[in-house]
């Protein structure tokens, strides 16, 4: 039950804004979010915006999971 | 969008490390015990495979981290009698089969009593505006559902509402898990901490568990590659004999979780004792209304009494979400107990242990 999807933020009002999942426009609530941009990638659970989805820390990740991968070689 | 933490190629190599890992002292002889708290986590493990590949060696226990799960009989006795009362309920869809004692609210359904199954619980909102009758929601969730529940009982203040309420059946994680390793006889050695949940709380609430009990955590998303980190990080940390709170789910999870969302829970809840199935009453594992929201309490309003019962017979639930048992260790598992026809919550909500190993096999 505490799924949560990423959508693509497409535009913004007050704490509300349309963002985009697998190409489905969506209404969601973003008042627990501080600073949310339009293009910005939002976790969504049960309507609401949970975080922000950082890009570079996913790149971290991935780089992590290379040299991870790298020890075995 | 592609997705490159579903990456095969990069899991395999992955797992061929956790693999050497694990022909090194101190894991040759024995099978070590991990729990999942979180109950997407346990459908990860299974459906994709880990539990099957790491069988002998990784055992992989399913926590208290089903909302529906975790909720005792008398809570939901007191749902149906909200139902029974004639007050229309709203609900999370996961509700609907999990049997009572007596009845459940798909029963009630059929009788003609009114649900409404709703996604985003501000939707209640709407069903309140457009009825005279009483609407009451089920509160169940964790930290990740509680900012929005919190949001609803705000706005129904700020819009007037008289004819909505919540019944408030909350629960959060950390001192549950103190719980689980002071309390009961479980042998976990390492936690998958809930992405989702961490997503609100951050780290710091997890680091009682490596500094108490010095049994290691990982912080973890839901895709392959995150599972396959979260077991390198568990099995990393034994190796080298150290207990610490890793996040390996950065791209969600910051250091300090959503503090803006804490702020609104804490506006709109107080810590409370409250009842976990299997459990009992766990000291400070919930949340109930603080006294300015008291006139959107169900409990309070319809004065709701409902005799303590007993869990169905014959159902392990409990000790399945206490790291105890296996659901195949259920003698109902697969024979009178399906997700056609439940026994217990376990069996009903997708993410329950006992639904998952049903749909994806005992394997
Ligand atoms: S199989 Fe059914 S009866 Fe057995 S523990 Fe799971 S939910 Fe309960």
């Not at chain 2, 689980?180 to 709380?201: K, M, Q, R, T, W």
């Not at chain 2, 973890?220 to 207990?243: C, N, Y």
């Not at chain 2, 195949?328 to 639904?355: H, N, Q, R, W």
Request: aromatic share 8%.
């Amino acid at each position: 039950m505490c799924l949560a999807v990423p959508y693509k933020i497409i535009s913004k009002k007050g704490i509300k804004a349309i963002a985009d999942v697998f190409g489905i426009k969506k209404e969601i609530d973003i008042r627990i979010l501080d600073d949310v941009n339009v293009n910005d990638y939002v976790l969504v659970h049960a309507g609401f915006a949970i975080q922000k989805l950082d890009q570079e820390e996913a790149k971290t990740t991935l780089d992590l999971l290379r040299e991870i991968s790298e020890e075995s070689v | 969008m592609k997705n490159p933490f579903k990456n095969n190629s990069q899991l395999i190599q992955l797992l061929q490390q956790v693999d050497k890992l694990l022909t090194l002292p101190p894991f040759t002889n024995r099978q070590y015990n991990f729990m999942e708290i979180c109950g997407t986590h346990t459908v990860s493990i299974l459906k994709y495979g880990f539990r099957n590949y790491f069988k002998g060696r990784i055992n992989f226990l399913s926590g208290p981290g089903c909302p529906v799960c975790v909720t005792s009989q008398k809570d939901i006795d007191k749902v149906i009698s909200l139902a029974q009362m004639g007050v229309r309920i709203a609900t999370f869809g996961d509700l609907i089969k999990v049997p009572g004692s007596k009845s459940s609210l798909e029963e009630q359904m059929a009788l003609g009593k009114k649900v409404d199954v709703v996604y985003n619980p501000l939707d209640c909102l709407k069903i309140a505006n457009e009825t005279d009758e009483e609407v009451v929601f089920i509160a169940v969730g964790f930290e990740t559902t509680i900012p929005v529940i919190a949001s609803l009982v705000l706005d129904a203040e700020k819009t007037g509402m008289e004819n909505l309420s919540i019944l408030p059946l909350m629960k959060t994680i950390p001192n549950i898990l103190n719980f689980l390793l002071s309390n009961l006889e479980n042998e976990i050695e390492g936690f998958i901490c809930p992405g989702h949940v961490s997503v609100i709380i951050g780290k710091k609430p997890y680091k009682i568990i490596p500094e108490r009990f010095e049994i290691p955590c990982v912080i973890a998303g839901f895709e392959p590659v995150d599972i396959g980190l979260a077991i390198e990080s568990l099995v990393s940390q034994i190796r080298i004999q150290t207990s610490m709170v890793d996040n390996r789910y950065k791209r969600a999870v910051k250091e300090n979780g959503n503090p803006a969302a804490r702020r609104l829970i804490a506006e709109v809840f107080e810590q409370a004792d409250v009842e976990w199935r299997g459990f009992g009453e766990v000291p400070a594992s919930g949340l109930k209304l603080r006294e300015r929201f008291s006139k959107f309490d169900a409990e309070k309003k319809f004065n709701i009494k409902v005799e303590k019962v007993a869990e169905p017979k014959g159902c392990i639930c409990g000790e399945v979400i206490a790291g105890k048992k296996h659901p195949s260790e259920c003698k109902l598992f697969g024979k009178e107990c399906t997700p056609d026809s439940p026994i217990g919550p376990c069996m009903v909500s997708y993410e329950g242990a006992c639904s998952a190993f049903y749909k994806y096999g005992e394997q």
